[in-house]
């Protein structure tokens, strides 16, 4: 069994920057792709980035992008999510997700999920 946790979530300013953590167990996590999203109670789920097995390639909901940059450090079995210039809007609680099979893409039904880490963006 895989174990997904995410870390560096906390309570900051609008116009700040925070940088989320995920790590993932496992030997094989750098043979995976790994993606981030987000989610408050009651509301639907958000795709926010992906990257690719090798972090060769990064994708960005068109919200978010030029403000938010994933990365991986497949050594330290950690995938990264810088967050510049955070507005009020992207309070929420972010997950990340390590998919089971593929090293491009990410299945939300077919990956394992971390518990969440909340971000909360005063105005």
């Known amino acids: 069994q895989v174990q997904v946790v995410e870390s560096g979530g906390g309570s900051v300013q609008a116009g700040d920057s925070l940088r989320l953590s995920c790590s993932a167990s496992?030997?094989?996590?750098?043979?995976?792709?790994v993606a981030w999203y987000r989610q408050v109670p009651g509301k639907e789920r958000e795709y926010l980035a992906r990257v690719d097995w090798d972090g060769s390639h990064t994708y960005y909901w068109p919200s978010v992008e030029g403000r938010f940059t994933v990365s991986r450090d497949n050594a330290k079995s950690t995938v990264y999510l810088q967050m510049n210039s955070l507005k009020s809007e992207d309070t929420d609680i972010y997950y990340c997700?390590?998919?089971?099979?593929?090293?491009?893409?990410?299945?939300?039904?077919?990956?394992?999920w971390g518990q969440g880490t909340k971000v909360t963006v005063s105005s």
């Open positions: 496992g030997r094989a996590f750098d043979s995976y792709a």
């Open positions: 997700a390590r998919d089971m099979e593929s090293g491009v893409q990410v299945n939300p039904n077919y990956a394992y």
